[in-house]
């Protein structure tokens, strides 16, 4: 079982920068899949990106060149770093890490993009 905590949520004007992150309760080095989810009003939860124990990355097309995910295996971490951002990428976005057959989510945290 593993607990995960984000962070890094605000509020940003359309065009600037934003990068969340995700603590883990344990090594994050053999889970096998971890990525980020993000859930606006009115919406089902969406892909974001991912990131597998290997590094191998895939993106949602709506995110593509304006976000970057990475993980730390030694800080038992990941980030998703979100460049150019838009109005369109105001939610709730949700870390998640996937160990067959499970699957484990943060609590959340808020993204706003407005100026």
């Known amino acids: 079982q593993v607990q995960l905590v984000e962070s890094g949520g605000g509020l940003m004007q359309p065009g600037g920068s934003l990068r969340l992150s995700c603590e883990a309760s344990k090594n994050i080095f053999s889970i096998y899949l971890m990525g980020w989810y993000r859930q606006a009003p009115g919406n089902q939860r969406e892909l974001v990106a991912t990131i597998f124990n290997t590094g191998s990355t895939n993106y949602a097309a709506s995110v593509k060149g304006r976000f970057t995910i990475s993980r730390d295996n030694a800080k038992n971490a990941m980030s998703l770093q979100m460049n150019s951002l838009k109005p369109e990428d105001t939610a709730v976005y949700y870390c998640?890490?996937?160990?067959?057959?499970?699957?484990?989510w943060g609590q959340g945290t808020q993204v706003t993009v407005s100026s």
């Open positions: 998640n890490a996937h160990e067959p057959p499970r699957d484990y």
